[in-house]
């Protein structure tokens, strides 16, 4: 291990909070936004917002809630976890157990991701009720919103890996309802479809390594996989590479890395707000979260699979970050930016940055929401998603434009912006780690995400507006969740200035850092001053060859946009092909599929509602078909006319109509149950 | 081991895909909800299996054989489901009665 | 544990598997002017099968392999028999009928053939497992058979309607299996048996459950009432041959499981199968055939009067059972009457086709006075029908003496009632298919047939009719025939 690394919290401090209301009870958390779905499913309809306000207080509460862990954590340091055993099952002839539990963490890396989700939410939540006004089904979008909040804290509050892929699995579920909100059009069931398959292919891996693991050490547990991972010799470093690379399959498909990003730039299709929530901030960082959790098992064990994993991150970082430059969607443009940060994430956390990955999703959670935000309420005032239908927007949406500016500065990596931090971390450890090559990709990488994002704002809001509408700013309650996010994106860097010690206030490392396990994690003593130099100059490079090329006038705008770079751009376009491939693989499936869930969309909330109808209808039916009509045939009888009768009685009993049928099947498996219990 | 939760659990299940079966209008709902009773089968068989412990894990071989039939028979109703749709236009259960009595 | 094979006895499946291998690739190169050969060469398996059938059946050995699993004794002998001449006939009835309308063929004839596969499946199963999944290899492609006239509007409902009841059975039935496996601790008819003396009387009631769970299963593809349902509309909107095959093969092969699982696992527990079975019985025969009465299209008459058969055949059992008697003459004569039964609706299914090619229609009202245009098919239709109604000296007559033998010595109270029942149904019975026969024979024809009318039967068809005629006609005079048949599948469930 590199002499110049520090080993992160190894002894527990004096003033560690282990007990207490706020930690003790920090499962409401997890829970409070499913009883908001349950409320919003029963009663949504009737409220004012159509159930939004339930959504919106249960991550208010949250947001509360998590605000006091966060500073708990950020000034003493917190460390708790409860589990409850719900399954012991023994295997091998009972040579082995495997404990299956339920509960909550709470530890830095918990709270920053509770704190993240609740309050990012909570503005996005505030910011849908403009967004969606009068869309034809808000209260379902915001039950599934809710659903969707609820499985993400229980991904990220999981003490264990079975817990977590239940929680994985539900944001799986709700992003497919969400990016398919607007299912009437075809494309956006198929976006659906395609993000629910590419995960589920992920998917394999991850439930495959969960079980790997499971079975090797007993249990699913994270303290418990920690510790023995670190202890050495124990039955895990068998299997430790294999279960770390099928973990990390999995990660790839949630966290969109090359090559399984493809359902990321299609999720668009959803609602901006559902993009900007689990697309940008939250959902998708549940792959890296994951990396983070299972650190001291890449650290320790599977150091074979991380250069793949670097590599990978390395690909998806520049490759995608490239094709971000052809698109005429703002909102692709974001999403492609999004895999390229999430690329970033990735081959941080597996070069052995623990707390730069972290920090860069903690950082980029902020500015990528207010991004999403900021586009939706573009696209909302121009009623198009296409950059060529805007220009000139700077005129009449000032706030959006100055915190759209805020957020691409920050994700370019500009000092003093959060991004800069964040991103400038990455690449220090990049280079201790002795990846210098990708490191100089990172760098590259920061160079084109200053050029797309330049090219984005340019065309949006400079220039001369080409549309033929009235764009005006958005109300307030879509602007001052832009303003909420822009603050934090704008000095959220600060909390981790490496060498800088803020009183009273711990350091970021010891924030994150996962129980008393020694882990090898590098948190710069002192900023590397030429390193900063050369990204941040990198990043003006961008900024400035993006202004260059598109800021200046209108004309000269939409002629740049046209440029072609002879065989790179169709590449671009065309995604590397690798789409194309993966839509080829999934065709034949996917429209049964699709439309049967599609049939459950519309079907739930009434279906519940009108639970009790259906049942008071079905009796009836059975009662009728089945009682009633069977009366006529109990005219039993010797005469011809009197049988004949009643032979027309008895065909009545057949009505035709399969629920009767089988209503009248249940009935005599009943009857014929009763019947012999009865007579023996 | 006491497995009586999870006959219970399958108990519910069928019963709530008995339910299904007998409520919803639409053909593939009821397919929904036979699948959901096939797997409170499978569950029944499983949990068994564990309490038993037989020899060649009869339970277990069971439920792979139920799991394996019950998609051939989805793979069949689907079809049929299909079928009734392009006809009909419409896969609502209620309206399927040109034969009676 | 190594399991030999004993390739013998597998024979006859082996021979329909690579039937269907060949039809398959058959099917893949053959045009559509050629497509018949599929048909050839499933008649071809069908008629090869037999063949080692006879062998096993001369030299009186039983076959066991897989630990007790897979057995071939006489009485899966005599049903494997029975099975593939129901689907001979039925693959005769099938050629004119799909060449005609723009079927798909070769699909057509490998879907009987898997159903014939799984029927021969099933009657060597001694385990739930194999029962299983010989019973739905049986069923799964009739689901589809069922639809095969795509266009059709009935014939959709039709396959809809059986699907759905048939998927509800089957969870039924496989609920059913998963308790009794969870009580007992084995799949195996004998391993059930020799465990349920030692089943905790707190368990009893799950027993009970599990038991008449699988009956109810078993209920659904004998079409016993009230799992009758799909009958009626399934029969009347499959295509004829597919309904044949239905109510002979397909009810076969439930009353296959019914019995095999009822006599060799819950042998002791007739007091509970018993009366289910007795009160199935009676409500099967009773509420079909006075269903039947008002019937004016024939296929849906024919199919109250097999669910009303379906409750004849249950009667001897049910009677044995309720009586406390050994069962193994309600066996018996179980048996025989599913052989006369098989063979009888079988030839009035062939006579229903012809006859509807003949006349236009399925009405009964369209068939008067088709005796006097068609004389050979009309005395068919009468000797199939009366047969049915059960008039001496045509074989049905016997079904029915079997059957009121078996019910009457076993005695007492419960046993009386229902053969009282079943002799009142049988002369309700007699009205229905009288009244086709009168139409037939002494209504005066109608000017002009119906629209559908086309040329006579063909060759195929008509074999179909002539040997089942035959078959009706000499059982009908020689019973003792039919009886071998019986007693021989009784006398090895008993031995062992």
Redesign the interface.
Same mark, same amino acid.
């Given at each position: 291990m590199n002499p110049l690394l520090v080993l992160a919290a190894e002894e527990p401090a004096a003033e560690l909070v282990t007990g207490g209301i706020w930690v003790e009870w920090a499962g409401l958390i997890l829970i409070s936004p499913f009883v908001a779905f349950l409320l919003i499913i029963f009663f949504g309809k009737r409220l004012k917002y159509l159930g939004a306000e339930f959504a919106i207080a249960a991550l208010a509460f949250n947001t509360v809630w998590a605000s006091v862990l966060f500073v708990l954590n950020m000034t003493r340091g917190v460390l708790y976890e409860r589990t409850f055993e719900i399954a012991r099952?023994g295997f091998l002839g009972g040579a082995k157990e495997l404990v299956f539990e339920l509960g909550w963490m709470v530890d830095g890396l918990s709270i920053m991701m509770y704190f993240l989700v609740s309050f990012v939410g909570l503005l996005v939540f505030i910011y849908a009720v403009g967004y969606m006004h009068g869309d034809v089904r808000v209260t379902w979008f915001f039950a599934a919103f809710s659903l969707f909040a609820g499985s993400m804290l229980v991904l990220v509050g999981a003490p264990n890996l079975v817990e977590l892929i239940i929680g994985w699995e539900g944001v799986g579920l709700a992003s497919y309802l969400l990016i398919g909100h607007y299912w009437e059009k075809k494309e956006n069931s198929s976006a659906g479809m395609k993000a629910f398959y590419t995960n589920k292919v992920a998917d394999v891996g991850l439930i495959l390594g969960a079980i790997i693991v499971g079975v090797s050490i007993g249990t699913f547990s994270f303290s418990e996989m920690s510790r023995l991972a670190t202890e050495g010799g124990n039955g895990l470093a068998a299997v430790a590479s294999v279960a770390a690379a099928l973990l990390f399959f999995g990660a790839m498909g949630k966290s969109a890395q090359f090559p399984l990003h493809i359902w990321l730039p299609d999720a668009m299709a959803g609602p901006t707000p559902v993009s900007a929530l689990m697309h940008a901030a939250t959902m998708v960082t549940g792959g890296v979260y994951l990396m983070a959790r299972t650190f001291p098992l890449y650290q320790n064990l599977a150091e074979g699979v991380r250069p793949a994993m670097v590599v990978i991150g390395a690909i998806t970082l520049f490759a995608v970050g490239l094709l971000a430059l052809v698109q005429d969607d703002i909102k692709k443009v974001l999403a492609y930016s999004t895999v390229s940060q999430l690329g970033y994430m990735m081959t941080a956390v597996a070069a052995g940055g623990y707390t730069a990955g972290l920090f860069h999703l903690f950082t980029h959670a902020f500015f990528k929401a207010l991004l999403f935000l900021g586009a939706g309420a573009v696209i909302h005032a121009v009623h198009s998603n296409n950059m060529s239908d805007m220009g000139g927007l700077r005129k009449y949406m000032p706030t959006t434009y100055w915190t759209f500016v805020i957020g691409s500065l920050a994700l370019a990596g500009i000092f003093p912006f959060s991004g800069f931090w964040s991103k400038d971390e990455i690449l220090a450890t990049l280079g201790v780690e002795g990846y210098t090559f990708v490191m100089w990709v990172g760098i590259g990488g920061a160079f084109v995400t200053a050029l797309y994002m330049m090219r984005a704002m340019a065309l949006t809001f400079h220039g001369t507006y080409k549309g033929d509408g009235h764009p005006h700013e958005a109300p307030r309650v879509m602007t001052w969740p832009l303003i909420g996010l822009a603050v934090p994106a704008a000095i959220a860097g600060f909390l981790n200035i490496p060498g800088v010690e803020w009183p009273g206030i711990r350091n970021f490392t010891e924030w994150l850092a996962v129980r008393v396990v020694k882990m090898g994690d590098y948190h710069p003593k002192e900023i590397d001053v030429t390193l900063a130099a050369i990204g941040l100059a990198a990043a003006l490079a961008g900024l400035a060859v993006g202004w260059v090329l598109f800021g200046r006038d209108a004309a000269t705008q939409r002629e740049r946009d046209r440029l072609e770079i002879p065989l790179l751009y169709p590449l671009f376009r065309k995604k590397y092909y690798v789409d194309d491939l993966a839509l080829g693989l999934v065709w034949l499936v996917k429209a049964?599929f699709a439309?049967?869930v599609l049939?459950?969309n519309d /079907?739930v909330i009434d279906g519940i509602v009108n639970g009790t109808g259906?049942?008071a209808?079905?009796l009836a039916r059975?009662v009728y078909g089945g009682l009633d009509q069977r009366g006529v045939?109990l005219i039993v009888n +010797?005469l011809?006319a009197a049988?004949?009768a009643?032979? @027309? +009685?008895?065909?009545?009993?057949? @009505? +035709?109509?399969?629920? *009767? /049928?089988?209503? @009248?099947? =249940? *009935? +005599? =498996?009943v009857?014929?149950?009763l019947?012999?219990?009865i007579?023996? | 081991m006491i497995i009586n939760q999870f006959l219970i659990l399958a108990a519910l299940l069928f019963s709530l895909g008995v339910y299904g079966l007998l409520v919803r209008r639409n053909a593939v709902m009821v397919l929904l909800a036979v699948e959901l009773m096939l797997n409170a089968v499978n569950i029944n068989l499983i949990a068994f299996e564990a309490a038993i412990r037989s020899t060649l894990a009869v339970g277990q071989v069971f439920a792979i054989f139920v799991i394996t039939v019950a998609a051939a028979e989805v793979g069949i109703g689907l079809a049929i489901v299909i079928l009734v749709f392009r006809n009909r236009k419409s896969a609502n259960v209620d309206e399927l009665n040109l034969m009676k009595w | 544990m190594s399991y030999t094979i004993d390739w013998l006895a597998v024979a006859p499946e082996l021979v329909v598997v690579v039937g269907i291998l060949v039809v398959l690739t058959l099917d893949l190169f053959l045009s559509r002017r050629e497509k018949y050969w599929t048909g050839v060469v499933a008649v071809m398996t069908v008629s090869i099968a037999v063949v080692p059938l006879i062998i096993m059946a001369a030299d009186d050995v039983t076959r066991a392999m897989f630990d007790g699993s897979y057995v071939v004794d006489d009485f899966s002998l005599v049903l494997k028999g029975l099975f593939l001449v129901a689907g001979y006939l039925v693959l005769l009835m099938s050629v004119t009928y799909i060449e005609s309308d723009r079927y798909y063929e070769g699909e057509y004839y490998l879907l009987l053939l898997v159903s014939i596969l799984g029927s021969l499946v099933l009657a060597s199963s001694r385990d739930l497992i194999l029962l299983f999944i010989g019973l739905e290899l049986t069923t799964g492609p009739l689901f589809l058979l069922a639809g095969w006239r795509k266009g059709d509007a009935k014939s959709n409902e039709a396959a809809l309607k059986y699907f759905i009841l048939g998927v509800l059975s089957t969870a039924m039935l496989l609920y059913g299996m998963s308790l009794v496996y969870g009580l007992t601790g084995s799949v195996r008819f004998v391993g059930i048996r020799e465990a349920i003396p030692s089943i905790a009387a707190v368990q009893e009631p799950a027993l009970v459950l599990g038991v008449l769970l699988m009956i109810v299963g078993f209920g659904f593809k004998v079409s016993a009432v009230p799992f009758h349902f799909w009958a009626p509309d399934t029969y009347e909107g499959a295509p004829t041959p597919v309904t044949a095959y239905l109510s002979v093969s397909s009810k076969t092969a439930g009353f296959v499981a019914m019995l095999s699982v009822v006599y060799l696992a819950f042998g002791d527990l007739t007091d509970i199968w018993g009366p289910a079975l007795w009160l199935l019985a009676a409500a099967s025969m009773t509420v079909a055939n006075l269903s039947a009465l008002r019937q004016n299209n024939i296929v849906r008459l024919m199919a109250y009067s097999s669910v009303a058969h379906a409750g004849f055949m249950l009667v001897p059992f049910a009677g044995a059972a309720v009586a406390g008697q050994p069962l193994s003459e309600g066996l018996s004569a179980t048996v025989t009457y599913l052989v006369i039964y098989a063979l009888m609706n079988l030839g009035a299914f062939a006579v229903v086709i012809a006859g509807a090619r003949r006349t236009g229609t399925g009405e009964i009202e369209g068939w008067a006075g088709f005796g006097s245009y068609a004389p050979r098919q009309g005395i068919l239709l009468a000797v199939f029908f009366l047969s049915l109604a059960g008039i001496p000296p045509l074989a049905g007559w016997f079904a029915k003496f079997v059957m009121f033998q078996a019910v009457i010595t076993a005695g007492g109270t419960a046993a009386i009632w229902l053969a009282i029942i079943a002799a009142l149904n049988s002369v309700i019975a007699f009205f229905y298919y009288a009244r086709v026969v009168k139409t037939v024979w002494m209504d005066p024809a109608p000017a002009e047939l119906g629209e559908e009318a086309t040329a006579p039967a063909t060759g195929a068809l008509r074999l179909a009719m002539g040997l089942a005629a035959v078959a009706v006609l000499v059982i009908g005079v020689f019973p003792g025939i039919s009886a071998f048949f019986g007693e021989a599948t009784t006398r090895i469930l008993n031995g062992g």
């Open positions: 099952i049964p439309r049967a049939w459950f /079907y259906f049942l209808r079905g059975f045939d +010797g011809a049988t004949d009643a032979g @027309s +009685g008895a065909r009545r009993w057949q @009505s +035709g109509r399969i629920q *009767g /049928y089988a209503a @009248s099947f =249940v *009935g +005599g =498996v009857v014929l149950v019947a012999v219990v007579f023996r | - | -």
